[in-house]
Nanobody, 118 residues
């Protein structure tokens, strides 16, 4: 099992910034991907950004140029720097840990609320 502990959500005005952190512990492996997904009320959970242990990054089009994902492999921690926040970024943000090998497995954090006011 992998445990994920998220921090950094909150309330911010449009145009502001927040930084999310997620630390993984337990049965972590070296070949993995970590990232963030979000779910707004009445909507499906969607990808925000992911980064593999090798450093490959994927962003949703809606956050490109505003959000930056990074990780510290030694600490098994992933970060999401969110700048120029918009009201439509309001959602519960979930940390994800995807074990690539051996055997694929997904793990989720409990979620952290991000609210952007106009």
């Amino acid at each position: 099992q992998v445990q994920l502990v998220e921090s950094g959500g909150g309330l911010v005005q449009a145009g502001g910034s927040l930084r999310l952190s997620c630390a993984a512990s337990g049965s972590t492996v070296s070949l993995n991907a970590m990232g963030w997904y979000r779910q707004a009320p009445g909507k499906q959970r969607e990808l925000v950004a992911t980064i593999t242990s090798g450093g490959s990054i994927t962003y949703a089009d809606s956050v490109k140029g505003r959000f930056t994902i990074s990780r510290d492999n030694a600490k098994n921690t992933v970060y999401l720097q969110m700048n120029s926040l918009k009201p439509e970024d309001t959602a519960v943000y979930y940390c994800n840990y995807y074990r690539i090998f051996p055997g694929s497995m997904n793990y989720w954090g409990q979620g952290t609320q991000v609210t952007v006011t106009s």
